[in-house]
């Protein structure tokens, strides 16, 4: 019998023929000869069918570790499988870091980039934003090397895997610095609408969590340089380490009280050698323009109870605008409202389509790893370069080697 193939949060069970696991490039390029239809698999943390294929599946984890970092210390090569994790102790190691990290640690760069994986902070991109080349092995067997000057660079970073398999990607890096993590509970309502600009500009990077089970803010998660003391616009500093997810372990969580510790140490909220988030969920995330955060917020209150009743936490968080083509964050500083789900497909969907229709009109736009039932034509028209994008994946992949039913329907 075939080996059950799944994401990570078990909710999609992948139809594919095979999984390869080359450990070379040469052993790639004899898979992708032998296939008619394939998809990448990154490390399997999206929660939906974009990884997906009825054909060969292929991971790269066991693609030989490149870390290169340039003689100008301002960019790194790494290849196609490398999680952040291993890539961030790495550059530690050297006196570097990456701009920021999302939540966790585990995941693989090329598959974060593909779908504008995202930390928090407004003056910081997403992951994608680091991107200054990439190298793609394209169906015919040819290698489009993209550096920071082409033209097609900014529309194939949050690529979907549409245009082709990404063997290598250059990032731009800064010096290492440090930072230091503080939890604060119970922000008042009031505090949380009437300086909201300035609470999640507090730091580096800025995350509140609630559970909407009341009007306060549950917790919020400030990483910055500088120390802290006293309140945060009424929120007490926590006597302890706290997770996002209540009654989850704290040990998995990174270091807080405002103790100073390396970068990649703090800005991901879980460690990489242990579960992230709760382990048994699904999710789902919206970008809203920062404009129109507060009226975000506010639609999301007035589903408060169906909300709740299938919620685990809910994060809200900041990324700045960027000029990436399918980047949730395109010409938008953004606002974004994540939500931690219960593990049932079942009853968090009709949830999803209500949270759709409150965040339409203020020009919501999905997270594209997470769970959500937005029809493709209206994300089409979120995207000011959708048929550019449409375009080049066409033209680095006519015959369609690449595209799975997912891609089909967005695609067009
Ligand atoms: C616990 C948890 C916490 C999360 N926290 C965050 C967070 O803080 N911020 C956030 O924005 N998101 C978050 N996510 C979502 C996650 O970052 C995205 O779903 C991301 O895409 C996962 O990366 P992956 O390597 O697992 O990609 P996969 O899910 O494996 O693949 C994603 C896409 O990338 C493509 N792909 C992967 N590798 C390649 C390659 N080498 N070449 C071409 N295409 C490739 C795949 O084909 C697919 O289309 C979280 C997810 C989980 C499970």
């Known amino acids: 019998m075939r080996e059950r193939l799944t994401n990570w949060a078990g909710n999609i069970t992948f139809g594919a023929r095979r999984l390869h696991r080359p450990e070379s490039v040469a052993e790639l390029r004899a898979v992708l000869a032998g296939a008619d239809r394939l998809r990448v698999l990154g490390s399997g943390h999206s929660f939906n069918r974009l990884a997906d294929t009825d054909g060969d599946l292929v991971s790269l984890a066991g693609l030989p570790r490149t870390v290169e970092i340039a003689p100008d210390r301002r960019s790194v090569r790494i290849d196609g499988g490398i999680r952040y994790g291993e890539l961030a102790a790495r550059l530690a190691a ?11 640690p585990h995941i693989s760069v090329a598959g974060a980039v593909a779908t504008a994986t995202h930390g928090s902070g407004v003056r910081h991109g997403n992951l994608a934003t680091a991107v200054s080349g990439l190298e793609i092995l394209r169906a015919d067997g040819s290698t489009a090397v993209l550096d920071r000057d082409h033209p097609d660079l900014a529309g194939a970073v949050v690529g979907l895997g549409a245009l082709g398999v990404v063997t290598a990607l250059t990032l731009d890096v800064v010096p290492a610095f440090e930072l230091r993590q503080y939890v604060y509970e119970n922000l008042p309502a009031a505090a949380l609408d009437e300086h909201l600009d300035e609470i999640l500009s507090a730091g580096y990077s800025v995350s509140l969590f609630t559970r909407w089970t ?17 309140d945060l616009f009424g929120a007490r500093p926590a006597d302890g380490p706290r997770h996002p997810v209540p009654g989850m372990p704290t040990e998995n969580c990174t270091g807080q009280g405002g103790v100073p510790g390396p970068w990649h140490e703090r800005l991901p909220h879980f460690r990489m050698e242990f579960t992230p988030s709760s382990g048994e969920e699904l999710q789902s995330e919206w970008h809203v323009p920062r404009t129109a955060g507060r009226a975000a917020i506010a639609a999301v209150a007035g589903l408060r109870e169906r909300v709740a009743a299938v919620l685990q936490v809910c994060e809200i968080r900041t990324i700045a605008a960027d000029h990436l083509w399918l980047s949730p964050n395109h010409r938008q500083d953004s606002l974004a409202l994540h939500f931690t789900w219960i593990a049932d497909t079942d009853a968090v969907l009709p949830v999803v389509a209500d949270l759709e229709k409150a965040l339409a009109p203020h020009g919501a736009r999905p997270h594209w790893g997470k769970i959500f039932t937005t029809a493709p034509s209206e994300l089409r028209g979120a995207y000011p370069r959708f048929g550019d994008f449409a375009a080049l994946a066409r033209r680095f992949d006519p015959q369609g080697t690449f595209r799975n039913a997912w891609l089909e329907s967005l695609l067009g």
């Open 94 to 104: 050297e006196g570097l870091a990456l701009h920021n990290m999302a939540s966790l």
């Open 214 to 230: 009341g009007p306060d803010i549950d917790q919020v998660w400030l990483k910055r340089d500088a120390p802290l003391t006293g």
